[in-house]
């Protein structure tokens, strides 16, 4: 569910504590997820000074077709060069007919993605939750 998903909600800290959280594109590789963004970007700031965070993803519109995976974890800057050129070509797979091209955009908005992009990485801990309401039964 997690590899298949489209869209994952992301949570990093502030610093005074309170959660922030955002939707991302995402590749899960080798029991990690991977988020990339321009590096000027408060959650990656966030990151740098708390690296603790949470990932949500779900589908289904009616309750008895809920499913989800949430894993909490701690993220970091990937440094490989190797794993970022991965991470890229994977997200470039994953969502290049759903980006909006840059010639499209406003000059305001393609100058904060032509800049330079840091990978995050998310390694989970034990803390895995899942959840498919499919699997309860219901009385008729």
């Known amino acids: 569910m997690l590899a298949k998903a489209h869209t994952g909600?992301?949570?990093?800290?502030?610093?005074?504590?309170v959660p922030i959280t955002l939707p991302?594109?995402?590749?899960?590789?080798?029991?990690?997820?991977?988020?990339?963004?321009?590096a000027h970007r408060k959650k990656v700031a966030r990151v740098r000074k708390d690296p603790r965070v949470?990932?949500?993803?779900?589908?289904?519109?009616?309750w008895a077709d809920l499913v989800g995976v949430?894993?909490?974890?701690?993220?970091?800057?990937?440094?490989?060069?190797?794993?970022?050129?991965?991470?890229?070509?994977?997200?470039d797979a994953k969502y290049g007919s759903f980006r909006s091209k840059r010639s499209a955009m406003p000059e305001e908005t393609r100058s904060q993605y032509e800049?330079?992009?840091?990978?995050?990485?998310?390694?989970?801990?034990?803390?895995?939750?899942?959840?498919?309401?499919?699997?309860v039964e219901m009385s008729e």
């Open 70 to 91: 949430h894993v909490t974890g701690r993220a970091q800057i990937v440094e490989d060069a190797e794993r970022i050129a991965q991470v890229r070509d994977l997200l």
């Open 54 to 62: 949470s990932f949500l993803v779900e589908s289904g519109e009616r």
């Open 24 to 38: 991302v594109w995402f590749v899960a590789l080798d029991e990690r997820i991977y988020v990339a963004s321009p």
């Open 115 to 135: 800049t330079e992009v840091v990978v995050m990485e998310i390694v989970p801990d034990d803390r895995i939750l899942s959840f498919d309401n499919s699997r």
């Open 9 to 17: 909600i992301y949570t990093t800290l502030r610093a005074d504590g």
